[in-house]
């Protein structure tokens, strides 16, 4: 999976390089954001500028990651 993270001061951005983002690849992205939050990182951007489609999976993740954070 291409993710690209960026540091600004204390914003965190994840950058999904992937035109689709679902189940096959999801794990991956989650604990890139999971070790991200654990690591004290609070304000956090996903960039899915380039993802043209996620499934229901994704949007249950992207949930999670929110409540987790």
């Not at 992205?29 to 999971?34: E, P, S, Y």
Request: glycine share 8%; charged share 20%; proline share 3%.
């Amino acid at each position: 999976m291409n993710l690209i993270t960026d540091r600004t001061n204390d914003i965190v951005i994840v950058r999904v390089g992937e035109t689709r983002l679902m189940y096959p690849s999801l794990p991956e992205f989650a604990n890139t954001v999971t070790g991200l939050i654990h690591g004290g990182a609070r304000k956090l951007v996903i960039d899915l500028t380039q993802v043209g489609y996620i499934d229901s999976a994704t949007i249950g993740c992207l949930m999670d990651l929110y409540r987790h954070a």
